[in-house]
Nanobody
C-alpha cells in the first residue's frame, strides 16, 4: 500500500521560510514524478512544483514551478529515501494554503497518481 506522509507545515510571518517534506512509502515502485500542489480557501488546487525523474520516456528529467513561486520555492529529492522536499523562502500571505504532496509511481508499464493528506501553511502578520 502506497502512503505519502507530509510534514513541515506551520504558521509563519511574511518573509519567513518553511521546508515541507514528504516520504513516499510502498513496495517495489519507481518514481516518475514527485511534487507539490496547494489549495487555498475558496480556490482550486494548483500545481506548485514538479520533479520528473530522468528516464526512457521523460528524457533527462525536469523541474517545473508555478510562476508565482519561481525564485522563492525550491523542490529537491532524496531518491534513496523516496522523499521530496519543498523549501519555501520569502513566504507571502497569498501562499497560505493546504499543501499536498504528489507522486506518480510506476510498476513496470503501470503508473498511478497519489496525493498526501495535506499540510497547512499559514502566512500572516
Amino acid at each position: 500500500q502506497v502512503q505519502l506522509m507530509e510534514s513541515g507545515g506551520g504558521s509563519v510571518q511574511p518573509g519567513e521560510s518553511l521546508r515541507l517534506s514528504c516520504l513516499v512509502s510502498g513496495t517495489k515502485f519507481s518514481v516518475k514524478t514527485m511534487g507539490w500542489d496547494r489549495q487555498a480557501p475558496g480556490k482550486q488546487r494548483e500545481l506548485v512544483a514538479r520533479f520528473t525523474a530522468p528516464g526512457t520516456f521523460t528524457g533527462p528529467g525536469a523541474i517545473n514551478y508555478a510562476k508565482d513561486v519561481s525564485g522563492r520555492f525550491t523542490i529537491s529529492t532524496d531518491n534513496a529515501k523516496n522523499t521530496v522536499f519543498l523549501r519555501m523562502n520569502g513566504l507571502k500571505p497569498e501562499d497560505t494554503a493546504v499543501y499536498y504532496c504528489y507522486a506518480v509511481l510506476q510498476w513496470g508499464k503501470v503508473e498511478r497518481e497519489y496525493w498526501g493528506q495535506g499540510t497547512q501553511v499559514t502566512v500572516s502578520s
